[in-house]
């Protein structure tokens, strides 16, 4: 069984920074891509930033020049890195990946989400 748990959430004045971790366990082959995902009250669930196991990203334009997103592929471990925190920042982080598992003699990807983590910036 493959799972992420996710960790680093927290409460956070504006202007303040937090780094989220995602780490992958069970039985994986692969893993690519690893993302980061968003949702705050009310809204719908998105996508914050991502990466693919060679290392290339992409950032939402919302987040772009404030949040890196990074990944130790010998760990299986993404990281998000958020500075400048906004309360617009608000919400539950989640983290999202496309995993290459063995199940029943066959390899198959598997589509896995971690529980997700609160962040909170007060103004």
């Known amino acids: 069984q493959v799972q992420l748990v996710e960790s680093g959430g927290s409460l956070v004045q504006a202007g303040g920074s937090l780094r989220l971790s995602c780490a992958a366990s069970?039985?994986?082959?692969?893993?690519?891509?690893m993302r980061w995902y968003r949702q705050a009250p009310g809204t719908q669930r998105e996508l914050v930033a991502d990466?693919?196991?060679?290392?290339?990203?992409n950032v939402a334009d919302s987040v772009k020049g404030r949040f890196t997103i990074s990944r130790d592929n010998a760990k299986n471990t993404v990281y998000l890195q958020m500075n400048s925190l906004k309360p617009e920042d608000t919400g539950v982080y989640y983290c999202?990946?496309?995993?290459?598992?063995?199940?029943?003699?066959?390899?198959?990807?598997?589509?896995?989400w971690g529980q997700g983590t609160q962040v909170t910036v007060s103004s």
């Open positions: 999202n990946a496309q995993v290459l598992t063995l199940r029943g003699g066959s390899m198959r990807w598997l589509d896995i």
């Open positions: 069970g039985s994986i082959l692969e893993i690519n891509p």
């Open positions: 990466i693919t196991s060679g290392g290339s990203t």
